[in-house]
Structure formats: C-alpha cells, structure tokens
C-alpha cells in the first residue's frame, strides 16, 4: 500500500462531502429554506423531523468529516430532494445534490467499500468521533475482549501524586484500582498490577531505595495491595514475583455480579531525581489497561512547589504484540487516536470526587496524610477515557528542568 492512500482517503472523502454539504445548502435557499431550523423544515416539507434533523447536522457541520455520522442514506435523501422539487426548486439545483451523492457513493465504494466501514476507518485514524447514537469502535472492542478472556470491569483508576521531596529530588505516591472488577468465566486468572518504576531509557527502578507501600504490612500480607480500601468481599489475591517486577494475580472464582468487587493497588517512591539527566529528561505518569473496562480515570495531583507545565503532554500507546511497554518504547508508530483531553480539578485542595470512584475523596485524604502533604498546596488535572483499547498504556509526560 502506498503511504498516501490514507491521506488520499481523508482528503477526497472530505472534499466529496463538502460538495455535498454545498449543494445542500444550495438548494435550501433556493426555496428560502431555513436548515438551522429543522422542525419548520418538516413542517414545510411534509418530511419526518429526524431527516431535516440530519440534514441540518450535515450543513452546519464544524466540518466536513463531522458530517459523516449524520449524512442520512440514499433513500432518504431522494425523499428530501423530491420534497424541495415539488416546493419549487430548480432542477438543475436539485440534481447537483443528486450528483454529488453518487461522487460521494463513489470514493465510498473506491476507499472503503461502504459507509460503515469508512466511518470505522476514520475513527481509527482520530479523524472522526463516533456518532453518540451508535457503538463506538472502543466499545465493540470492550465487549468482545470482555467476552473473549472472561474479565471486566467498571473502572480503571490511576491516580499519582507528585510534591517535593528531598534537595533534587520528587517523592510521588501511586494509586491504581479496579471499581466493579468480575470476572465472566470462573476458571479466569488474571493479573492486576504490576508495580514499574522506569527512567525514560526504560531502565527499571523498582529495587530503589525510595520504594515503599502505601500500608503499613503484616507478615503474611500481600506487597502494594491498600485493603483499607478494597472491599470486603475481596477474594485473597495471589503475589507472582517476575522478572519485572511483582505481580498481584485474581484467581478464579464466582462471576458475575455476586463476585464483584473493587480493589486498590499502590506504592511510594521517593528520591526520583527532579531534574534532567542524559538518560532521564522527563517526569511521568502511566496508566496501563490490561483487561477490558468501561471507563479510564487517570489523574496527576501535583505540588504547587513542582515545576511543570500547566497541562502536561497526553498520549496513548498501543502495545498489541505484547513486548516491553516502558518508555523507550511509547513511539509514533505506536501511538493511538486519543480526543479525550486534560480537564483542571476544581479547587486546591482539588475535588477528587466522582460517580465512577465512590470514596476517591477519601482515598485521596488518607494519602496526603500517609506523605504528611498539606492537601491545600496540591492542583489536580483528570482525564476521563470511555472504553480504553486494552493492550494500551495512557501517558502524562512533561519535561524535567
């Protein structure tokens, strides 16, 4: 395939259907037609109100592309064109609408093959939102993986905290969890977390001095596990040590909703250099997706004593053939669409609280006491992904100085 057919897909589809979009408009004034006003149109026209609905999403569209979730099928539009003949528009209008659907039913046919997958095609390459009344890529993808190995969950948290620490240096505390976590079959074991720590040449960090847990451990006690905020229904986890680091594993068990439960995965570390260094020039957060949930709430609470931008870089990576995920290998090549973007937290200290994570507030509270921070000098920013691809990492990265 020759590296400009994507971008001759983009273009020529873009350019078809501001053709349309032209001759649609065309022929609404040529009848003193309002399109911003869809209801009259119906009423005028005799046409169902969900069509000048449509019709009106098309023209107004911010652009051309974001006209495709709403352009109506080819019956439909001959329903509308007919409906403006008899009012009285010219047909030499009426046919260049008419016109302009078949060169768009033509790259559609070239391209793609047909409207569907067109707009699938569009939304991998972040060219086009999915329409809000229909299943989203993502969301396929999330019920399929959930049907396939037999896990979900509601959602996935990431929460880090970043402040000063000692001369040079940062000390963060890492919060992951799992709200609603089931699993779909009961012989599934699936691993949770792994706790990483890596310099931006991917060197790991874990067996650092500044490595800590969240909770003060009794001997027998699994490592990383918060259990003050798990719940109570939480079946006993399994710790695998591994080459990479250690890893806490669910076992198989009861499905379904009556196996269902939240769990909270964490750990500090202090002493991370805060300024830049050949092998290490940036600070991060990541936010990993090992098996299929709903929804992603990624959010870095950040010292005002730290130096960083206001809204730090945002990126996700996919990771489909398996292999390292540090940073060295988060490249173009690899990286995903994401249109989600960075919202700031309102208030200092910032409000944690949200209907995805009952109790975040509180978790949030009984971090800053477990670091001694002072909640007030703290900002927060969150990002919100709805059905994060699995086999992906979400990254906030932001230059060391």
Not at 30 to 47: M, Y
Not at 57 to 67: N, T
Request: hydrophobic share 40%.
């Amino acid at each position: 395939m020759s590296l400009t057919e994507p971008i001759q897909l983009v273009e020529e589809s873009r350019f078809a259907l501001q053709s349309l979009r032209r001759a649609l408009i065309e022929m609404y004034d040529s009848v003193g037609a309002d399109p911003s006003v869809p209801q009259d149109v119906s009423r005028r026209f005799d046409l169902n109100r969900n069509l000048t609905w449509k019709l009106a999403r098309v023209i107004g569209a911010p652009d051309p592309l974001a006209a495709l979730n709403h352009l109506p099928g080819q019956a439909g539009m001959e329903l509308a064109i007919e409906a403006f003949e008899r009012a009285g528009a010219p047909p030499a209008i009426t046919e260049s609408v008419r016109s302009a659907m078949s060169e768009f039913a033509a790259v559609v046919k070239e391209h793609a093959g047909d409207r569907e997958q067109l707009e699938l095609t569009l939304e991998s390459m972040g060219m086009i939102e999915a329409d809000a009344a229909t299943i989203s890529g993502r969301e396929l993808a999330f019920r399929g993986n959930s049907s396939v190995w037999g896990v979900q969950a509601r959602t996935r948290l990431t929460t880090m905290m970043v402040a000063p620490g000692k001369p040079g240096t940062h000390d963060y505390i890492m919060l992951s969890g799992l709200v609603g976590l089931r699993r779909l079959r009961p012989s599934v074991e699936w691993r949770l977390v792994r706790a990483q720590v890596y310099t931006d040449a991917s060197a790991l960090m874990n067996d650092g001095p500044g490595m800590d847990q969240i909770e003060r451990k009794q001997a027998g006690d699994l490592p990383l596990v918060v259990k003050e905020f798990c719940s109570p229904n939480m079946p006993a986890l399994l710790a695998k040590p591994g080459p990479d680091g250690i890893e806490i594993c669910l076992p198989g068990g009861q499905v379904g909703n009556r196996g269902a439960f939240d769990c909270y995965f964490g750990y500090i570390y202090r002493g991370i250099p805060c300024t830049p260094s050949p092998d290490n020039l940036h600070g991060s957060a990541a936010a990993p997706v090992t098996l299929p949930v709903e929804s992603l709430v990624f959010d870095l609470i950040v010292h005002k004593g730290v130096k960083m931008p206001n809204m730090p870089e945002v990126a996700m990576y996919g990771f489909p053939q398996g292999g390292p995920d540090g940073p060295a290998a988060q490249t173009e090549s690899n990286r995903l669409p994401l249109q989600e973007r960075l919202v700031e937290l309102a208030g200092s200290p910032p409000a944690l609280a949200t209907q995805a994570v009952p109790g975040l507030s509180k978790m949030g509270n009984a971090l800053y006491a477990r670091m001694g921070w002072n909640p007030a000098d703290f900002r927060g920013l969150r990002l919100v992904v709805k059905h994060p691809p699995m086999g992906s990492r979400v990254v906030m990265k932001w230059p060391l100085v």
